[in-house]
């Protein structure tokens, strides 16, 4: 009575019993948990080992990794009818707003795992996928050897790791963003990598600090979203491309997970294709297409690519960027 009265205190937390929810759907490193759960690394450290000392959660190492997993005694041991109730009730589960958000975070971890070729492969369930020196990285950066030298606004450009990569191949790069710190931590990147070409500025997406026609491409990678207004934004992208200048968006499709706003700071839910194509269309811009960049099963989240040609003519570039702020109330800094 003593051992089950220990047991049942230890699933009375709420964190623990997300822990092994989401180790039923695959086994976890501490880094990816904590990203999933949203806890201190510490926390999720004390917990796994809670749980491993209770006998429901096993340790595997594969690869110089630590992975948990749940354990055999919980799935067909001596624990086997707790977790028949267990799993019972987090499928009965299955609709709740924090479990969606866990299961979103999780479909991500495991998007990025699966695009990590510096350890991929080393699952030998599937071995079809261990190709020696195979690179996300390394293909973006040979195809951004065949372009010519061209200017490039990172519209949004965060903690500056697009940015960076776009510096291995582009003259120049202006980066911009509204927080200062993170700004900070950008530059501190570039340093690190021992890249110069780039240029930082603090700014709106909606009122950016670059003069007109100033750029060859202008991005907006995973930062529309985050715009208070986003048809405003590529209004402003499509102001500073040159004539015949570029507009490209990555950006998520139209979703319902509704946690990311608190969580991340999303102002917009993603965008469904004809509403992203109406706005590059109404910005200016010609040729405008939309498709889809990267989508995965069972993942709420759908990433789509925009692009445009900036039209020769900059008239109706400039009216939209006017009418868009006639009724603006935003104001910020304007290093134009």
């Given at each position: 009575?003593?051992?089950?009265?220990?047991?049942?205190?230890?699933?009375?937390?709420?964190?623990?019993?997300?822990?092994?929810?989401?180790?039923?759907?695959?086994?976890?490193?501490?880094?990816?948990?904590?990203?999933?759960?949203?806890?201190?690394?510490?926390?999720?450290?004390?917990?796994?080992?809670?749980?491993?000392?209770?006998?429901?959660?096993?340790?595997?190492?594969?690869?110089?990794?630590?992975?948990?997993?749940?354990?055999?005694?919980?799935?067909?041991?001596?624990?086997?009818?707790?977790?028949?109730?267990?799993?019972?009730?987090?499928?009965?589960?299955?609709?709740?707003?924090?479990?969606?958000?866990?299961?979103?975070?999780?479909?991500?971890?495991?998007?990025?795992?699966?695009?990590?070729?510096?350890?991929?492969?080393?699952?030998?369930?599937?071995?079809?996928?261990?190709?020696?020196?195979?690179?996300?990285?390394?293909?973006?950066?040979?195809?951004?050897?065949?372009?010519?030298?061209?200017?490039?606004?990172?519209?949004?450009?965060?903690?500056?790791?697009?940015?960076?990569?776009?510096?291995?191949?582009?003259?120049?790069?202006?980066?911009?963003?509204?927080?200062?710190?993170?700004?900070?931590?950008?530059?501190?990147?570039?340093?690190?990598?021992?890249?110069?070409?780039?240029?930082?500025?603090?700014?709106?997406?909606?009122?950016?600090?670059?003069?007109?026609?100033?750029?060859?491409?202008?991005?907006?990678?995973?930062?529309?979203?985050?715009?208070?207004?986003?048809?405003?934004?590529?209004?402003?992208?499509?102001?500073?491309?040159?004539?015949?200048?570029?507009?490209?968006?990555?950006?998520?499709?139209?979703?319902?997970?509704?946690?990311v706003r608190a969580k991340l700071g999303d102002r917009t839910l993603?965008?469904?294709?004809?509403?992203?194509?109406?706005?590059?269309?109404?910005?200016?811009?010609?040729?405008?297409?939309?498709?889809?960049?990267?989508?995965?099963?069972?993942?709420?989240?759908?990433?789509?690519?925009?692009?445009?040609?900036?039209?020769?003519?900059?008239?109706?570039?400039?009216?939209?960027?006017?009418?868009?702020?006639?009724?603006?109330?935003?104001?910020?800094?304007?290093?134009?």
């Amino acid at each position: 009575m003593k051992a089950a009265s220990g047991l049942y205190r230890l699933l009375g937390d709420e964190a623990r019993l997300r822990l092994l929810r989401v180790l039923r759907r695959e086994r976890l490193n501490v880094t990816e948990l904590t990203g999933i759960l949203g806890l201190a690394q510490s926390g999720v450290s004390r917990h796994l080992g809670l749980l491993k000392e209770a006998g429901l959660v096993a340790e595997e190492k594969d690869a110089g990794f630590t992975y948990y997993c749940l354990s055999p005694a919980l799935q067909d041991g001596a624990h086997q009818p707790l977790w028949t109730v267990l799993a019972a009730q987090f499928d009965g589960a299955a609709g709740d707003a924090a479990v969606r958000a866990d299961e979103a975070r999780l479909q991500e971890v495991l998007r990025l795992r699966k695009e990590n070729f510096d350890t991929h492969g080393a699952d030998t369930r599937d071995a079809r996928q261990l190709v020696p020196g195979r690179s996300w990285a390394a293909w973006s950066r040979a195809l951004g050897m065949l372009l010519p030298p061209m200017t490039v606004a990172d519209l949004g450009c965060g903690e500056g790791y697009l940015t960076v990569e776009a510096a291995r191949w582009a003259a120049r790069v202006v980066a911009v963003d509204r927080s200062d710190v993170v700004l900070e931590r950008a530059r501190a990147l570039a340093r690190r990598r021992r890249v110069s070409n780039v240029v930082w500025k603090r700014g709106e997406l909606e009122n950016l600090p670059i003069r007109d026609a100033a750029v060859d491409v202008a991005l907006l990678s995973q930062a529309l979203h985050h715009a208070t207004s986003p048809a405003r934004a590529i209004a402003e992208a499509a102001r500073i491309a040159v004539p015949g200048g570029r507009v490209l968006v990555l950006d998520l499709r139209e979703h319902q997970e509704d946690w990311v706003r608190a969580k991340l700071g999303d102002r917009t839910l993603g965008f469904k294709d004809e509403e992203l194509k109406r706005m590059m269309i109404d910005a200016g811009l010609r040729d405008a297409k939309v498709s889809v960049g990267a989508r995965k099963a069972g993942d709420p989240f759908t990433v789509l690519i925009a692009s445009g040609t900036k039209r020769a003519s900059t008239a109706k570039t400039r009216k939209t960027v006017t009418n868009l702020r006639k009724h603006d109330t935003f104001r910020g800094p304007d290093e134009r």
